[in-house]
Every structure is written in structure tokens, then in C-alpha cells.
């Protein structure tokens, strides 16, 4: 299945409709939570969709999607996890030596939200990334089990400013976590660790990879960040980027496309009219 956010509302797409699924959640349950509701109740939820039980089908606009989950608990990355970035970057260390690092939860936006590029002087950058979305929480998940905690899986934009300092700064401007334009559920992809994934810039295609050729494959990841925090239902993580990095201008577009999963695009602008954060 496909799980989005229609008009703010937590929902199942289904052809070129969708059921809005806020009816199903408690009304203690405000505003974004009830999209970590769903992922939380995810097998009720699809009772009640095979039960009839769920709200009648609508119609879809595509400007209605929003991003999937509007405010996850953490948005955790992984840094050079494919071998021709971690060469492009002339970076020492993998996973191995770096660890994983958190975004803010503030920094997600959806499909057709633009990416505010903060410093008018320095260098902004799109990574292109499949994003995996946490079902089932856990701590010290075996990489075996792994995949059993996986809600489902979205394109995820990393925007990142070039520079020294700590990663989390530099990745963490509101607006640098575009996702979407929904989440798959894993029953829909044969294999997530052999996806081919896209990142244009306007017409240009910048990065083309398939995902089997990531460092620390998914489930390793999974492993290594339950090793250090507990991971919790609605979590992102940001699976890392193939080689292809470059600079983000104003009025650029950014797409990126992973098979199976969807084609996101958002646009590029200034946080400010001055270009000055
Ligand atoms: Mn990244």
C-alpha cells in the first residue's frame, strides 16, 4: 500500500483516489501524531480498510500530498554509505568510524515545498537517498530481524550545507528533509537492497545507483542506530547518497526517482529575499 498525507490527513492512496484514514484515530490524537498513530496501528488500520470499515474513497489532487510524516520522532542519517561518494568526498571513514548522525524533525517538508537554501556565499547541496520509515521500535534490533520493524520506504532528499561544522547543523535548516511523495509499504517491493535510485537537478542527471550498492545495507543500519538509541514508530532514516552531490541554486528543481517507491519533487529558492539566513 501506499500511506500519504492528503491535505494534512493521514490516508491510503488507491489509484487515483485515497481514503482518509483520521477518522480511525482517536481524537486525543492531534495534528501531526496522527500519522505516527497510524504507522503505530498500521495492522488495525488495515483490518478496518479490509473490514469496510474505513472511510469512503476519494478523489486525488496531487497538490493535496504533504509530507508523509509531517514530524517524525528522529530523522537519523548515515554518512559516505556508498564506496564512489565516500571517494567524491575523499572521506577516511564509512558508518565504521563516523557513526550515525540525528536531523531535526523540523527540517521535513513534502512534495512541491522548496528547499531554502540558507547562505547566499556557500555551498548547499541535494543527496538524493532512499528514506526508511520505522513501524516497529526497538533497541539492539539484529540486523536479522531488521527489516520486520520497517514501516515502509520513501524518497528522501538530504540537502546539506557544505563546511566544518557538526553534520546535524549542517543538515538540519528547516526545509532540508524533503520526503515522499508517499510511503510504500514493504509487501509491494521485491527486494528494497536492489532499487534503483535517481537524483536529478533540473534536467540533469546527477546521481543513478542502485541501492544494493550501499556501505551498511539497511538492515546493518537498523543494527547499528538500535545499537546506540531505541528506535521508535515513524522514525526517517536517511540511508545515504551515491556520488553526484553538487550545488543547489535558486529556482533549481530537484527530483529524485527510486524505483518502486515514487519520483519526489521539490523546488529550490532563498530563505530570505537577501539570500542571508
Ligand atoms: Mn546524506
Redesign the pocket.
Known sequence: MRFANVGNRPAVLDGDGYVDLSPLVPAHRLGDERFIWVVERWAEVCEALADGRGPARRHLDAGDLGPPIPRPPKVI???V?YRDHQREMDAANTIDGLGVFLKAPTSVIGPGDAILIPYADRRTDQ?A?LGVVIGRGGRDIAAVDALDHVFGYTCLV?A?VRGGEDRSTR?SFDTFTPIGPWIVTPDELDDPNCLRLRGWVNDELRQDVTTDAMVYAISDIIEYASSVMTLEPGDVI????PAG?GPLTPGDTVTIEIEGVGRLEVDVAFRSPAGIG
Open positions: 542519517g548515515a554518512p554509505n543527496e537517498e538530504d546539506t543538515k536517511a540511508t545515504g547518497t552531490v
